[in-house]
């Protein structure tokens, strides 16, 4: 539901807002504010709840793809003799414990 801001000048006295927040402005093609305006207005949200909602999934997905990075890096060193036997003990382990109650 909307807020109506507090007055503290002239501009801000007709400024409505979704959530209490930084106010920018940021310059778009006409295309994607008209698919955003088109948006907005299907789901009866502001075109700022639909602009907050993609910027928070675009820096979601570059969390991922950070995450996903580190993780391929540190998975592509190759196992070290040390871990290689304490891979092969774990599975031992493994399939004497959990495996033998599995089968009974």
């Known amino acids: 539901m909307p807020v109506k801001l507090p007055?503290?000048?002239?501009?801000?006295r007709n400024t409505f807002a979704h959530t209490i927040g930084m106010k920018i402005a940021i310059s778009i093609p006409d295309y994607v504010f008209r698919d955003v305006k088109k948006a907005?207005?299907?789901q009866k949200r502001s075109?700022?709840?639909v602009f907050v909602e993609a910027v928070k999934?675009?820096?979601e997905k570059i969390e991922s793809r950070r995450i996903l990075q580190a993780l391929n890096e540190?998975?592509?060193?190759?196992?070290?003799?040390e871990e290689k036997a304490t891979r092969?003990?774990?599975?031992e382990l493994f399939k004497r414990t959990v495996l033998q109650k599995e089968k009974r």
């Open 7 to 12: 007055a503290a000048n002239l501009d801000e």
């Open 40 to 42: 907005a207005e299907e």
């Open 47 to 49: 075109r700022s709840e």
């Open 57 to 59: 999934a675009y820096l």
């Open 74 to 81: 540190v998975y592509s060193i190759p196992e070290t003799e």
């Open 88 to 91: 092969a003990v774990a599975i």
